[in-house]
């Protein structure tokens, strides 16, 4: 994922608890994996089905905090990509409609079937590089998805990735009022799937027309909405991401501006306090690296014994060259990052 003239905060100690090393979060999710693989190949549509509505029911975790729910959907998407919609995904969902009439759970790959077709048809990059002749196919099958969800919305009584799949939706027409109008009713119907405030967030970066301002509701909203449940942490967890998506916002933290570093730390560690594991830790020593606060980032590298994961450190960030910097901020001459 992500996070970057030295802010003085006060420093909230983390009690020392067992938590799930590294390992821990990647075999949660190849075992969700392959268990989802097994089912939708095998035509286990009942079982696939009963887990997808059980990780619908107050949004179980990984030990790193990833919704066991996002974990379903990606591996079935990710299953079928680079493979032909019409005989990947879209085969897939007429057999289990055809076994299950009436499935939301297939209505929903149905749905998702539009977004394979027309991301098939413009490519993975930057929107200068696709030929501008695309661009109506692209946007009239965003349309069909669009009016597919809407005719099928009953399809959100059941399952919360109605609302984030309508916001990418929403980000792909341009559609600011649709992005949150669909915030609003799914994070009411919803407000403890932390993936409708991050899809939301995705849309609204700066890249994609959006601002650091809107980056900053979204999470002061998340935040707000599990307050009694998680504190500050979905505020960390919002900010922590849109710098991943959009690193040059990383500037922001550094000093300070719109993103509040004091919040953010507070978010880490009521994290900590639902997802003890180094996952949540190494988020932590990222984001302090990038904030300079060397307290905050000692006590978080006492705690993580080594079990650093290189691979989710951004690009041109690492673990060492963070040591080196809170040295540098010891010493009489503090050298930014």
């Not at 905060?9 to 009690?15: D, E, G, S």
């Not at 949660?28 to 009942?46: F, K, P, V, Y």
């Not at 069909?144 to 939706?169: P, T």
């Amino acid at each position: 994922m992500l996070f970057r003239k030295l802010i003085a905060c006060t420093f909230l100690i983390i009690p020392y608890i067992a938590c799930a090393d590294s390992n821990t979060e990647t075999l949660e999710r190849i075992a969700i994996q392959q268990q989802t693989l097994s089912w939708m190949h095998g035509g286990e549509w009942a079982k696939l089905e009963a887990m997808i509505a059980a990780y619908n029911n107050d949004f179980p975790a990984t030990s790193g905090g990833t919704h066991k729910l996002v974990v379903v959907w990606a591996s079935i998407v990710d299953t079928f990509s680079g493979v032909a919609p019409e005989s990947g995904i879209g085969l897939v969902a007429k057999k289990w409609l055809a076994a299950s009439p009436g499935s939301t759970c297939a209505r929903m790959l149905q749905a998702l079937e539009f977004n394979a077709r027309a991301t098939r048809l413009r490519g993975e990059g930057p929107a200068s590089g696709v030929d501008p002749s695309i661009w109506p196919e692209y946007k009239q099958l965003m349309q069909q998805e669009k009016a597919f969800l809407l005719k099928n919305k009953d399809i959100a009584d059941k399952d919360a990735a109605w609302y984030q799949e309508m916001e990418i939706v929403a980000r792909n027409l341009g559609d600011k009022a649709l992005l949150y109008h669909t915030l609003e009713e799914g994070s009411k119907k919803y407000p403890a799937y932390q993936n409708i405030y991050l899809q939301a967030m995705e849309a609204r970066l700066p890249k994609w027309g959006g601002s650091a301002e809107e980056v900053e509701k979204i999470a002061r909203l998340a935040a707000e909405n599990n307050k009694a449940r998680s504190g500050m942490a979905n505020y960390a967890y919002i900010w922590f991401n849109a710098i991943s998506f959009q690193p040059e916002m990383a500037s922001l933290l550094r000093e300070n501006k719109i993103v509040s570093w004091n919040d953010m730390l507070q978010g880490w560690h009521d994290r900590y306090k639902q997802y003890p594991s180094t996952r949540t830790l190494n988020n932590l020593l990222i984001s302090a690296c990038i904030a300079q606060d060397k307290n905050a980032f000692t006590e978080a590298d006492k705690q993580i014994q080594g079990q650093v994961e290189p691979q989710i450190w951004p690009r041109g960030l690492s673990y060492q060259k963070c040591k080196t910097l809170m040295k540098k901020l010891a010493s009489p001459e503090n050298t930014p990052l």
